[in-house]
Nanobody, 116 residues
């Protein structure tokens, strides 16, 4: 059974930065393209950043391009999301998972709240 544990969220002022981490256990992590998703209240879950299995390429949603950076450390079974220049509209619960369906069991996520 795969377990995904997200951490690093918090309350930050607009313009600030946070670094999220996602640790995966129970499965070979390095074979999978991974992604960060977020879900704001009343909205559907959306993908914001994705990275291929080796870390050699990444894609970003237009809304975060130039501000967020996804990375991974396969030796640590961990994927990261560096978030800079945060905006109030980035407020959401952030999750990591494999990039495409079928997704692994979702973790609890980590709350990011950006105040204006």
């Amino acid at each position: 059974q795969v377990q995904l544990v997200e951490s690093g969220g918090g309350l930050v002022q607009a313009g600030g930065s946070l670094r999220l981490s996602c640790a995966a256990s129970g499965r070979t992590f390095s074979s999978w393209d991974m992604a960060w998703f977020r879900q704001a209240p009343g909205k559907e879950r959306e993908s914001v950043a994705a990275i291929n299995w080796s870390g050699g390429s990444a894609d970003y949603a237009d809304s975060v391009k130039g501000r967020f950076t996804i990375s991974r450390d396969n030796a640590k079974n961990t994927v990261y999301l560096q978030m800079n220049s945060l905006k109030p509209e980035d407020t959401a619960v952030y999750y990591c998972n494999v990039r495409t369906r079928p997704h692994w069991t979702w973790g609890q996520g980590t709350q990011v709240t950006v105040s204006s």
